[in-house]
């Protein structure tokens, strides 16, 4: 599947599943070239007490999440993952220890991966609020 890199991945999403459904991801469930990668129905991610729960709007494609589908990068998360390194999205849940953010905070995240999903949870310390005028897809 080619995706326009101007597509948020929340419209992509919602253009294959209705959105009252379980969360949907995109899977890489062994390494291989993107047209391998699956849409899925998972768990909503559990956050940890220094996290952020994200409601993805947008994510970020970059040649790195090309190299981590197919095991060429220098870390390879456990299978099944959801690749995507970036994501801009409003915080639906904070961990105890966050006192820098709050649930409908616009906001960009650096993730590693997990970002080609309707939500990921984040480190509260790679989040950072997005300007007022800036939108989710440019702030991904």
């Given at each position: 599947?080619?995706?326009?890199?101007k597509?948020?991945?929340?419209?992509?999403?919602?253009?294959?599943?209705?959105?009252?459904?379980?969360?949907?991801?995109?899977?890489?469930?062994?390494?291989?070239?993107?047209?391998?990668?699956?849409?899925?129905?998972?768990?909503?991610p559990?956050?940890?007490?220094?996290?952020?729960?994200?409601?993805v709007?947008?994510?970020?494609?970059?040649?790195?999440?090309?190299?981590?589908?197919?095991?060429?990068?220098?870390?390879?998360?456990?299978?099944?993952?959801?690749?995507?390194?970036?994501?801009?999205?409003?915080?639906?849940?904070?961990?105890?220890?966050?006192?820098?953010?709050?649930?409908?905070?616009?906001?960009?995240?650096?993730?590693?991966w997990?970002?080609?999903?309707?939500?990921?949870a984040?480190?509260?310390?790679?989040?950072?609020?997005?300007?007022?005028?800036?939108?989710?897809?440019?702030?991904?």
């Open positions: 599947m080619l995706i326009d890199p597509t948020c991945i929340s419209d992509l999403i919602g253009h294959y599943w209705k959105r009252n459904s379980p969360m949907k991801a995109l899977l890489c469930k062994a390494f291989g070239p993107a047209d391998t990668l699956v849409l899925e129905n998972v768990d909503s559990v956050i940890k007490k220094n996290e952020i729960l994200l409601d709007q947008a994510a970020g494609v970059n040649f790195p999440d090309t190299l981590i589908i197919e095991g060429k990068y220098q870390f390879k998360p456990p299978f099944p993952f959801s690749p995507g390194g970036e994501a801009a999205g409003i915080i639906s849940q904070v961990g105890e220890k966050i006192t820098h953010l709050k649930p409908g905070d616009r906001v960009m995240a650096l993730t590693g997990g970002s080609f999903a309707e939500q990921v984040v480190a509260g310390y790679n989040v950072l609020p997005i300007p007022e005028a800036m939108d989710f897809t440019t702030a991904a």
